[in-house]
């Protein structure tokens, strides 16, 4: 029989802070925002189908560009869901309140339910979905309450300010790190369930590639707690927590979403860096559209 044992997590490069990435990218991330705006505002139909997502009309046939970030056709046949919804949408209702990590009459912040480790989503592990991990051992998620499209067409950057400041007061609560590190704790063992279950589908190969899972999991679980210990000294601001967008098409939801990540090297080392390049910073996103305003006016 042939063996499956592996090393322990795939070689990557060195990891490279979120804050250090967008310094050396800036002019790059701003040009992203600045195109993304434009473009929108060039395509009627994009307007269009925003416009008609909005309105939550589940009567207009919305292009495949945005049924691909939409409720998928099966959950809306069900009645679980409305054909203008994603999965954000209503969020309180769909999900159990152990998702919602904090609440304002604005805004959710959320855990996010991919693990933040790519180990977990090597070709090993069943089909490669390295690009679908975490940024970062801390990525969450903070989405405004009602539909908000992306930061394409909004006008104005009340709805950024809101969640920053959520996000800023909820770090401040003393349960809100443990809170943070049991959801991602959660991610872990969760992703971890789905792999060993893929891997028991072979029981001819399943104890040996089992045994070198297990290897895996024990590094990945050293990281985690080392991780988790260092998150309580860790403060939002550029050397810390930040935050990011991805404008347009980058983004994989119409739903307004704003990824909060720990930026340090030491909390990527095993995240996938494969969305740097279209993180792009809060301050920045807001700068754009200020001064647009100007121009404006």
């Given at each position: 029989m042939a063996t499956h044992i592996r090393a322990p997590y795939p070689s990557r490069i060195s990891p490279i802070g979120l804050t250090d990435f967008s310094t050396q990218h800036r002019q790059?991330?701003?040009?992203?925002?600045?195109?993304?705006?434009?473009?929108?505002?060039?395509?009627?139909?994009?307007?269009?189908?925003?416009?008609?997502?909005?309105?939550?009309?589940?009567?207009?046939?919305?292009?495949?560009?945005?049924?691909?970030?939409?409720?998928?056709?099966?959950?809306?046949q069900s009645g679980q869901y409305n054909k203008s919804d994603t999965f954000f949408t209503d969020f309180e209702k769909h999900y159990p309140e152990s998702f919602i990590l904090s609440k304002t009459e604005f805004s959710y912040i959320i855990g996010n339910e991919a693990s933040y480790d790519t180990r977990q989503y090597t070709a090993e592990s069943g089909q490669d979905k390295t690009a679908t991990?975490?940024?970062?051992y801390l990525?969450?998620?903070?989405?405004?309450?009602?539909?908000?499209?992306?930061?394409?067409q909004l006008t104005d950057t009340k709805i950024i300010e809101e969640m920053i400041e959520h996000f800023?007061?909820?770090?401040?609560?003393?349960?809100?790190?443990?809170?943070?590190?049991?959801?991602?704790?959660?991610?872990?063992q969760q992703r971890a369930e789905e792999v060993i279950e893929h891997l028991n589908k072979d029981p001819d190969t399943f104890p040996e590639r089992k045994k070198a899972w297990d290897v895996v999991m024990e590094d990945v679980e050293r990281y985690r707690k080392e991780c988790a210990e260092k998150l309580h000294k860790l403060n939002v601001g550029k050397d810390g927590i930040v935050f990011r967008f991805h404008a347009g098409t980058d983004a994989s939801i119409p739903h307004l979403n704003m990824h909060v990540l720990a930026s340090?090297?030491?909390f990527r080392k095993y995240s996938t860096?494969?969305?740097?390049?279209?993180?792009?910073?809060?301050?920045?996103?807001?700068?754009?559209i200020e001064s647009e305003n100007v121009l404006r006016h």
């Open positions: 790059e991330l701003k040009k992203r925002v600045e195109e993304a705006r434009e473009a929108y505002r060039s395509d009627k139909q994009d307007q269009e189908n925003c416009e008609n997502y909005l309105r939550s009309n589940n009567d207009f046939e919305y292009d495949a560009k945005w049924q691909k970030g939409l409720v998928p056709k099966p959950l809306v991990a975490g940024m970062s990525h969450l998620l903070t989405i405004p309450r009602n539909k908000v499209y992306n930061v394409v800023r007061s909820f770090w401040k609560d003393p349960t809100a790190i443990d809170k943070v590190n049991n959801r991602i704790e959660l991610a872990i340090p090297a030491e860096p494969d969305h740097d390049h279209k993180a792009i910073p809060a301050e920045m996103v807001m700068e754009v």
